[in-house]
């Protein structure tokens, strides 16, 4: 399969508790987006990198959030004292420069 | 087939006819234009996309079109099937900077059999 891959695809978890998600990207893409979705909405843009370059962050991304993409390869996204606002599906895709934009099936977050 | 703008959540079509998916964007800057479709529970799925030098692009029963003066992409869907139904969105990017893509509303398109 050669997708974007996102783990876990479902994360249930306590008020309070830290999360990770991790995504792989399609193999040689050098741009990498996190997004966030909530029922009803579409997609909203939280950060982005170029290799492993961090290059624009949203003001949605708190503090609490943080993406790394250490080697230019996979990427992921860490969430601190998870909040039950945090719920919500947590999108990744990845583009070669300029190109078509492709998304994976994401990772739902459930904050209990 | 019937056209609607993406401030009404939902487009009900008769299996068979064209479908057509209205969306206004809002960077004029934008050059290069992508529409999703989004089934339940799934990540965003490329229909077709359309830069900014051309106005209209043909897929496999998709159409695109273009028309930047007043900041205007639709999508048709041809012989529209049950499988058609889903969430589609449009999205705007400005490759030149940033390139941050931006989420229209989305509509709900349901096919009736």
């Known amino acids: 399969d050669t997708g974007v891959s996102q783990n876990p695809r479902h994360k249930i978890t306590k008020r309070g508790q830290n999360v990770t998600f991790r995504c792989d990207p399609i193999s040689e893409h050098n741009r990498l987006y996190w997004y966030r979705q909530t029922l009803g909405q579409g997609p909203e843009f939280l950060t982005y990198f170029q290799n492993e370059a961090q290059l624009e962050k949203s003001r949605l991304l708190s503090d609490r959030f943080s993406a790394e993409r250490p080697k230019g390869s996979f990427s992921t996204l860490e969430i601190q004292r998870t909040e039950q606002g945090d719920s919500a599906m947590y999108l990744c895709a990845s583009s070669f420069s300029g190109q078509v934009i492709y998304f994976g099936e994401g990772s739902w977050l459930t904050v209990v | 087939g019937e056209s609607v703008g993406l401030h009404l959540p939902t487009l009900s079509v008769q299996e068979g006819d064209n479908s057509i998916i209205n969306c206004a964007y809002s960077?004029?800057?934008?050059?290069?234009f992508i529409w999703y479709k989004q089934e339940s529970g799934k990540g965003p799925q490329f229909i077709i996309d359309i830069r900014s030098n051309m106005d209209k692009r043909q897929g496999q029963r998709v159409t695109v079109l273009l028309n930047k003066t007043v900041k205007h992409l639709s999508l048709q869907i041809a012989a529209t099937q049950p499988g058609d139904s889903a969430v589609y969105f449009c999205?705007?990017?400005?490759?030149?900077?940033?390139?941050?893509?931006?989420f229209g509303k989305g509509i709900t398109l349901s096919v009736r059999p």
């Open positions: 960077n004029s800057a934008s050059d290069y």
């Open positions: 999205a705007e990017i400005y490759t030149g900077a940033n390139s941050k893509l931006t």
